[in-house]
């Protein structure tokens, strides 16, 4: 089992940064792809970035690309998902994710965007 914890959400203005953090405990942290979705309300939930086990490869969702960015410290075992230019549309609870191996969830923060 992983167990993650989630930070860093809140209130912003729009054009705004937050930073989201993601501590895992359980097991080994280098064992596990990780990654950051997202879900607003009424929508499903969606993919925003992820990062290999080494850190060495990252992806995002294309409406992020450019203003988002992920990144993992070994040795704290916590992902981090850099969020700047922040949009309206871009409010939503955001969960971390660990796996595969397996697929493990973070219970969320909100991140809210005004206007």
């Known amino acids: 089992q992983v167990q993650l914890v989630e930070s860093g959400g809140g209130l912003v203005q729009a054009g705004g940064s937050l930073r989201l953090s993601c501590t895992a405990s359980?097991?080994?942290?280098?064992?596990?792809?990780m990654g950051w979705y997202r879900q607003a309300p009424g929508k499903e939930r969606e993919f925003v970035a992820t990062i290999s086990r080494s850190g060495l490869t990252t992806d995002y969702a294309d409406s992020v690309k450019g203003r988002f960015t992920i990144s993992r410290d070994k040795s704290k075992n916590t992902v981090y998902l850099q969020m700047n230019s922040l949009k309206p549309e871009n409010t939503a609870i955001y969960y971390c994710?660990?796996?595969?191996?397996?697929?493990?969830w973070g219970q969320g923060t909100q991140v809210t965007v005004s206007s």
């Open positions: 359980g097991r080994t942290f280098s064992n596990y792809n």
């Open positions: 994710r660990a796996g595969p191996p397996g697929i493990y």
